[in-house]
């Protein structure tokens, strides 16, 4: 059942960085409703496995004072909740996972650091799949997170706890990670603007690797506006990540109107196929309709390679995480098995016993497909799979300037009801993964809700480093 939803208050920083202005808040009321809104929810939900409620108070009135004289930063009055994947310097972190039991982070992430630096509020880190590896956040050793607008319902995964707490009002934006559509897939399943930069817009430096060639950290925000500015504040060359982009970091907050016609492809397996609810269907040319309305161009295009996404999508990242997290060993961090007798019982009793099922299956899955014999049959031929798509994707920019789909092919679904078979629940992901297989950039925006009062979400795909035209469109589809 739909439970009544709770009433908003901020939906944006602009909103709130205007009531800091004129005294009408202050940091230390946000802080105060946050935690009083987890207070009242989390133990439903379980978004948050760790709540700095002392810490967030003192900063709060740190903020304050700041605002007072003058030096405040860019994000004074933003309460901020992250993901258990991301460093924070003297706070647990544990992916998710019983193999990180007790871990403490030496060091704090790039993307978090710039945020703190711009007087951002941490006021807890989040429950999500172990290792980031899920779509509906039931792989997590800190148990399911739910849905806010139906607890039966999955809040989506990996980032759910990040969703959840964002969808609930128990903070005001989160910062999660994005491999396959951990961002985007559980903003569309919960009401919210998910947004994936390009590969290597934001530094990794902090980030707990899945799939290092696909992962990225993401905003999750009630509107496209706070998208924009926590990615200007994130992104950006990082001594601490050789990968990352060194391109310069356009200003996001401020580009956001657009007034140029478009060109917008759709694909068209996001309208047709049978596997999409047909609620989702009608939402998605609703939206069409809309946006031919507002004067741009729509079309469809097909995508025959779509049926390799997935598999694309699983060996490789299986084939990354398999070498990834061979450093959690039982020497170096977290859990360590009572009862090995020598080191390679105890690498294996820590690791069987530290890691769920999901984390072991792909584990397994990652090493067979870079195993001598299988190497070239499986690893090497997703490669050259993956640059054929990126090649395709490539020439679909040359027609449009954006890409659209439905962000899922299902709304949320039931707790327990696609577990049994990891099949189905990779399906989650059909039409996200493609933009991780391509490195683009990509946006879940909401997009209504079916007769259920379930979210749906309107995913957008732009060209490599275009952010600032893509938050502008799907900011321009706030307005009509
Ligand atoms: N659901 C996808 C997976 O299970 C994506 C996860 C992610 O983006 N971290 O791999």
Request: charged share 20%; glycine share 8%; net charge negative.
């Amino acid at each position: 059942m739909v439970k009544n939803y709770p009433p908003k208050t901020y939906t944006s920083l602009t909103e709130i960085q205007a009531d800091l202005r004129t005294g009408s808040t202050t940091c230390a009321q946000l802080v105060a409703h946050y935690l009083r809104n987890i207070e009242a929810q989390n133990a439903t939900l379980n978004a948050f496995v760790a709540v700095y409620a002392e810490q967030a108070r003192a900063r709060a009135v740190e903020i304050d004072a700041k605002i007072a004289s003058g030096t405040a930063g860019r994000l004074a009055g933003m309460v901020l909740g992250i993901k258990d994947v991301l460093c924070y310097k003297d706070h647990g972190l544990q992916a998710g996972s019983k193999i990180l039991d007790g871990f403490t982070s030496q060091f704090t992430a790039t993307a978090v650091q710039r945020v703190l630096d711009e007087d951002a509020i941490i006021i807890g880190r989040q429950n999500c799949d172990e290792f980031a590896m899920g779509s509906s956040n039931e792989n997590s050793a800190f148990g399911v997170v739910r849905n806010a607008i139906d607890p039966a319902r999955v809040p989506g995964g990996s980032s759910g706890g990040s969703a959840v707490a964002v969808q609930a009002d128990m903070c005001l934006a989160s910062l999660g990670s994005d491999t396959g559509g951990s961002v985007r897939q559980p903003a569309a399943f919960c009401g919210v603007v998910g947004l994936k930069p390009t590969y290597a817009r934001v530094s990794r430096w902090g980030l707990v690797a899945y799939g290092s060639s696909f992962d990225c950290i993401g905003p999750i925000t009630k509107c496209v506006a706070d998208a924009a500015i926590l990615l200007e504040i994130m992104a950006g060359s990082d001594d601490f990540d050789s990968t990352v982009s060194d391109q310069p970091v356009p200003a996001y907050s401020q580009n956001l109107p657009l007034n140029k016609k478009l060109r917008i492809g759709y694909l068209r397996e996001g309208l047709e196929s049978e596997g999409v609810d047909a609620q989702i269907k009608r939402a998605t040319s609703q939206k069409l309709d809309q946006i031919r309305a507002a004067g741009h161009q729509v079309e469809a295009f097909d995508f025959p390679l779509i049926k390799y996404f997935l598999p694309t999508y699983y060996v490789l990242t299986t084939a990354e995480a398999s070498s990834n997290l061979s450093r959690f060993d039982g020497v170096r961090y977290g859990h360590r098995s009572a009862g090995a007798t020598d080191l390679v019982s105890l690498y294996k009793k820590s690791r069987s016993e530290g890691f769920g099922d999901e984390v072991r299956r792909r584990i397994m899955l990652g090493t067979f497909v870079l195993s001598a014999n299988y190497y070239d049959a499986y690893y090497t031929k997703a490669q050259k799979v993956r640059r054929l798509i990126a090649q395709e994707t490539q020439k679909l920019f040359e027609r449009f300037d954006f890409v659209v789909s439905p962000t899922t092919p299902t709304t949320a679904f039931l707790l327990g009801q696609q577990t049994p078979d990891p099949l189905q629940m990779y399906l989650a992901d059909i039409f996200t993964v493609q933009a991780n297989v391509v490195g683009n950039p990509c946006i879940s925006v909401p997009n209504g809700a079916d007769e259920n009062g379930l979210p749906i979400g309107f995913q957008i795909m732009g060209s490599p480093f275009e952010e600032a035209n893509l938050l502008a469109f799907a900011e321009s589809l706030e307005k009509i």
